[in-house]
């Protein structure tokens, strides 16, 4: 058994019976598979996914809505359909597109109980319209664009059969507009991984071709006071929108580190910051394993 197919099988082992609510999401690249295939595993350990769902491909009338409802089933809004939409199974859609999804939470008063668009719903309309990685960043980041963005902090991950992609995002505030946001490209022949707590550190601001983000993602953080430019720092969005603390390190990187330590050996990766050592230094956003 290659390493990475170890990995997926005790992932779904060690995390389908964690705590409750807790959700972990790995993302291999091509050149990181035995096989030249992008994968993505999930456990989403909480109650609302009790079965895979089907929804055939359709065609739409020019007034045709989709409606959007909350938990409870309660109508929210509606947003305009598009004229075709694709089949989706689960979180998968005909032309393999996947999308999965870790919360981090993040800052509190970023919560924006006024926007429409809850994560479920835009990976869900994401599944639905787009056909690639990108396409379903351009969707859903266009969906809190002109809807407003519900959630709290989310970690996406979205691969197609080419392109693995990790894309986080938290909310404006009450009241506010879109949502403040950053996707980067997982390099080919390296895995990453997600659990509970936002991962993008510092980003390439001029690299559209593996990361694309809000325009206002450094001037927001700067105007609440969460990044101070002159401090000599580069900008991380994990940083500024998640600050770590000892129990998120030891809830969510721990099993980030438990992932990489079987994945690549060889780095020698140190427990140190899941176990919150001052001094420790965060885990790679993502590492090339030893093994496929």
């Not at 009241?175 to 895995?191: Q, S, T």
Request: glycine fraction near 8%.
């Amino acid at each position: 058994m290659n390493t990475v197919t170890a990995l997926i099988n005790i992932g779904v082992v060690l995390f389908a019976v964690g705590g409750a609510d807790a959700c972990t999401s790995l993302l291999v690249t091509r050149g990181a598979s035995a096989d030249g295939s992008v994968m993505i595993t999930y456990t989403c350990d909480g109650e609302f996914h009790p079965h895979l769902e089907y929804t055939p491909a359709s065609d739409h009338a020019e007034s045709d809505s989709f409606e959007i409802r909350d938990w409870q089933g309660k109508l929210k809004g509606r947003i305009h359909q598009v004229p075709h939409t694709y089949s989706v199974v689960g979180l998968m859609n005909e032309h393999q597109l996947t999308i999965t999804e870790t919360t981090f939470s993040g800052r509190r008063e970023l919560h924006n109980p006024h926007g429409m668009m809850h994560y479920w719903h835009m990976m869900r309309i994401a599944l639905e319209r787009a056909r690639t990685a990108r396409e379903a960043i351009d969707v859903m980041t266009d969906l809190v664009d002109r809807y407003g963005y519900r959630s709290t902090g989310e970690s996406f991950s979205i691969a197609d059969a080419r392109e693995a992609w990790l894309m986080e995002m938290i909310g404006p505030g009450p009241g506010g507009e879109g949502a403040l946001w950053v996707a980067v490209k997982v390099p080919d022949g390296y895995i990453s991984c997600t659990a509970n707590k936002a991962r993008i550190g510092e980003f390439p601001l001029n690299d559209p071709e593996n990361c694309i983000y809000s325009d206002n993602v450094i001037s927001f953080a700067v105007e609440k006071g969460y990044y101070d430019p002159d401090s000599g720092e580069p900008f991380r969005y994990r940083d500024a929108y998640c600050p770590a603390t000892p129990k998120n390190r030891r809830y969510a990187d721990a099993r980030v580190w438990s992932i990489f330590r079987r994945a690549a050996p060889s780095m020698n990766l140190s427990p140190d910051y899941h176990r919150a050592v001052k001094g420790a230094k965060p885990y790679p956003l993502w590492i090339k394993p030893d093994e496929k």
